[in-house]
Nanobody, 122 residues
Framework: QVQLVESGGGLVQAGGSLRLSCTAS????????MGWFRQTPGKEREFVAA????????LTADSVKGRFTISKDNAEGTVYLQMDSLEPEDTAEYSC???????????????WGQGTQVTVSS
């Protein structure tokens, strides 16, 4: 059973920073590729970032490249999304996900957390 729990969302002013956490288990992080996705009402879920099993490689969406960083601590069973220079357009519900493929494709991830809301005010 793969269980994912996100935390760290909230309200922040434009230009500010937030760090999201996704708590899983050490076993999950060692066996699954982990990704972060976001979604706003009426829009499709959008890829944000992913990290491979060893943590040696990451994928980052062009829209957040240079501002967001994904990382993980296998021993703590936690995946992080450091978000800097936040913009109002980053407002969304952010979810972490686990899958077997190191990819940006949403449908490659089979396990999802409940999501955490990030709101960026202008």
């Amino acid at each position: 059973q793969v269980q994912l729990v996100e935390s760290g969302g909230g309200l922040v002013q434009a230009g500010g920073s937030l760090r999201l956490s996704c708590t899983a288990s050490e076993l999950t992080l060692r066996n699954y590729v982990m990704g972060w996705f976001r979604q706003t009402p009426g829009k499709e879920r959008e890829f944000v970032a992913a990290i491979n099993l060893s943590g040696s490689s990451t994928l980052t969406a062009d829209s957040v490249k240079g501002r967001f960083t994904i990382s993980k601590d296998n021993a703590e069973g936690t995946v992080y999304l450091q978000m800097d220079s936040l913009e109002p357009e980053d407002t969304a519900e952010y979810s972490c996900a686990a899958g077997f493929l190191f990819t940006a494709r949403v449908n490659a991830y089979g396990f999802w957390g409940q999501g955490t809301q990030v709101t960026v005010s202008s």
